[in-house]
Structures are given as structure tokens and as C-alpha cells.
T-cell receptor, first 113, second 114 residues
Framework: GENVEQHPSTLSVQEGDSAVIKCTYS??????FPWYKQELGKRPQLIID?????GEKKDQRIAVTLNKTAKHFSLHITETQPEDSAVYFC????????????FGSGTRLSIRP | DTAVSQTPKYLVTQMGNDKSIKCEQN?????MYWYKQDSKKFLKIMFS???????INETVPNRFSPKSPDKAHLNLHINSLELGDSAVYFC?????????????FGPGTRLLVL
């Protein structure tokens, strides 16, 4: 089955700097990679996703990159702001796992003022 | 107009008790899920139902029994609660349960077993 590893587990960056979170996956059949953000005490919410037919996707200050050969994908947040502080989860979804999304272990991002 | 709702929000109970958590979605989705989030924030799927039929049943103790009376509701009943059951339980839904769909999470139920 699919296994998703996420690094780092915690990340602290200065406000205005960039943050990068990396994930690797094991199932080469995986073809959909969403990222969820979970603010303290709240529910996880999708912030961006990428499909296997593209290598990069950007939405304002957030971008995701995907390297299918190496089976890794990353989340990039530029010009970080205090409201970016949260736990971020990467995930992978493949045909071989039916409708099951496998989540990474999460990265707690803190933005220092 | 909450999309995915859960009750109760907080649940504090003694070991050995039986409790239920309810989930409802008004998005018209066919598929619903239960996730467990432990103290380390790890999100793990427990069950998935598509149009009232069980699709995913992970390695979960049989003290946990999901019930879907209709496709808009997925409840979770837990028998003989144990300390290790303490966690946040999230319900979620997606349109059809196929790949490349966004999952919409409920607000979570914080269960504390004493």
C-alpha cells in the first residue's frame, strides 16, 4: 500500500521568509497529491492540490511541485504571514488504494514576527 | 449552512462506557469517512462509506462500529471505551469517493476517555 513521509515535522520561519515542506510517496500509481492546512483547533482544509500530469502549480503565495520520477512533492509558501501558522498535511491518492487518501504525518509551521 | 457537521464537539467519558458520534453532510456527497487524529496530529482513516455501503474498513478494533442510515449521515459508535481511544475524530465527505476529489472535513469531536 501507499506510504507517505513528510518532513520536517516542525518548521519555524521569520515572517516574510519562505517555507518549504517536503513529502515522498511509495506507490508509483499515485496520481493526485492534495495539501491540507489545519489551524489550531480547527478542521483540515484543502489549500492546493496537484495532479500527476503537471509538475508545478501555483496559487498566489502557495506553490506545489511534483517529481514523479523521484516520487516526491513539495509545498512552497512565499512571503509568509502570521496566518500561515498551522499544521500542514501532504497526502497521496492512488487507484490501488481505492478511495483512500494517505496522509503524511504533518508539519507544524510557526511564523515568527 | 454548515457543510459537514458533527455532534458532539467534546466528549468526556469514563473507560468502559459506550458512546456515539454523529455526522451529517448537506453537500449531496455520496461518500463519507471517519478519521482519527491522535495527540501527535497524525490523521488516519478508519472507515469509508459510499452511498450507505462500507468501502474502506481499516484495521480498527471491532469496538468501533460505523452506521450509515442514509448517504448524508455516518455515525460512529464506540463500545467499551479505552484510554487509547482518546483523540479527535473527524468526519469527512467527498462527491463520489473517487480519486482527485477534495475531502471536506467536519469540525471534529474531541474525545477524552478517563
Amino acid at each position: 500500500g501507499e506510504n507517505v513521509e513528510q518532513h520536517p515535522s516542525t518548521l519555524s520561519v521569520q515572517e516574510g521568509d519562505s517555507a518549504v515542506i517536503k513529502c515522498t510517496y511509495s506507490d508509483s500509481a499515485s496520481n493526485y497529491f492534495p495539501w491540507y492546512k489545519q489551524e489550531l483547533g480547527k478542521r483540515p482544509q484543502l489549500i492546493i492540490d496537484i495532479r500527476s500530469n503537471v509538475g508545478e502549480k501555483k496559487d498566489q503565495r502557495i506553490a506545489v511541485t511534483l517529481n514523479k520520477t523521484a516520487k516526491h512533492f513539495s509545498l512552497h509558501i512565499t512571503e509568509t504571514q502570521p496566518e500561515d501558522s498551522a499544521v500542514y498535511f501532504c497526502a497521496a491518492h492512488s487507484y490501488s488504494s481505492a478511495s483512500k487518501i494517505i496522509f503524511g504525518s504533518g508539519t507544524r509551521l510557526s511564523i515568527r514576527p | 449552512d454548515t457543510a459537514v457537521s458533527q455532534t458532539p464537539k467534546y466528549l468526556v467519558t469514563q473507560m468502559g462506557n459506550d458512546k456515539s458520534i454523529k455526522c451529517e453532510q448537506n453537500l449531496g456527497h455520496d461518500t463519507m469517512y471517519w478519521y482519527k487524529q491522535d495527540s501527535k496530529k497524525f490523521l488516519k482513516i478508519m472507515f469509508s462509506y459510499n452511498n450507505k455501503e462500507l468501502i474502506i474498513n481499516e484495521t480498527v478494533p471491532n469496538r468501533f462500529s460505523p452506521k450509515s442510515p442514509d448517504k448524508a449521515h455516518l455515525n460512529l459508535h464506540i463500545n467499551s471505551l479505552e484510554l487509547g481511544d482518546s483523540a479527535v475524530y473527524f468526519c469527512a465527505s467527498s462527491p463520489q469517493g473517487t480519486i482527485q476529489e477534495t475531502q471536506y472535513f467536519g469540525p471534529g469531536t474531541r474525545l477524552l476517555v478517563l
